[in-house]
């Protein structure tokens, strides 16, 4: 299994460029997840999805939207890319909401600078 | 408010033992993460606890105090490669981790 993976690694964009960051996972996990990274910060929720066609928002929403269409996949969205999205985002997945299993897998992280 | 706090560095001697602290406050609780990321790469999982009490898995254990909104990390014969940042986090009652800012460990010789 390749677990979780993210493309691209790196990413440069200028102010008001769009992106898709994408995520896409082996594991036949229903639970999927997009976090930015901040320096020096935790990890902050972005979007989730409990399964596909299925997505809600998380703490910081703003400026992104993501889709999912199947259990594998889960883009994320940038529209109209402002500085303050300079930042890593990791996607993750797992396969249940409770208990040990809870247990998130990450992807390697897209680390994207908006210039 | 939700709010889970760390220390924002700690340094310690390779072959020794050291505690990493983590209290938080939220609204609900399903149980206590602990997880390892190294620079510049994504976090692994170490722990879960649910019940007060310690966990011990190899050279790390986790300990958690509900009534006290408290855990631990403890790690045991440091290696060099323990050197990372060390996250907390806590699943609140809507089912979503709640992070903190995490702890850089550094390990010198």
């Known amino acids: 299994n390749a677990g979780v993976t993210q493309t691209p690694k790196f990413r440069i964009l200028k102010i008001g460029q769009s992106m898709t960051l994408q995520c896409t996972q082996d594991?036949?996990?229903?639970?999927m997840y997009w976090y930015r990274q901040d320096p020096g910060m935790g990890l902050k929720l972005i979007y989730y999805?409990?399964?596909?066609?299925?997505?809600d928002k998380g703490e910081v929403p703003n400026g992104y939207n993501v889709s999912r269409s199947t259990t594998e996949d889960f883009p994320l969205r940038l529209e109209l890319a402002a500085p303050s999205q300079t930042s890593v985002y990791f996607c993750?997945?797992?396969?249940?909401?409770?208990?040990?299993?809870?247990?998130?897998?990450f992807g390697p992280g897209t680390r994207l600078t908006v210039t | 408010g939700q709010n889970i706090d760390q220390p924002t560095e700690m340094t310690a001697t390779e072959g020794a033992i050291v505690q990493i602290n983590c209290t938080y406050q939220?609204?609900?609780?399903?149980?206590l993460f602990w997880y390892q990321q190294h620079a510049g790469e994504a976090p692994t999982f170490l722990s879960y606890?649910?019940l007060d009490g310690l966990e011990e898995k190899g050279r790390f254990s986790s300990f958690l105090s509900r009534s006290k909104g408290y855990s631990y990390l403890l790690l045991k014969e440091l290696q060099m490669k323990d050197s990372a940042s060390y996250l907390c986090?806590?699943?609140?009652?809507?089912?979503?981790?709640?992070w903190g800012a995490g702890t850089k460990l550094i390990i010198k010789p």
């Open positions: 993750a997945s797992t396969l249940s909401r409770s208990g040990s299993i809870y247990e998130q897998y």
């Open positions: 594991m036949n996990h229903n639970y």
């Open positions: 999805s409990v399964g596909a066609g299925i997505t």
């Open positions: 939220t609204s609900g609780f399903n149980g």
């Open positions: 606890n649910v």
């Open positions: 986090a806590v699943l609140d009652s809507n089912y979503q981790l709640i």
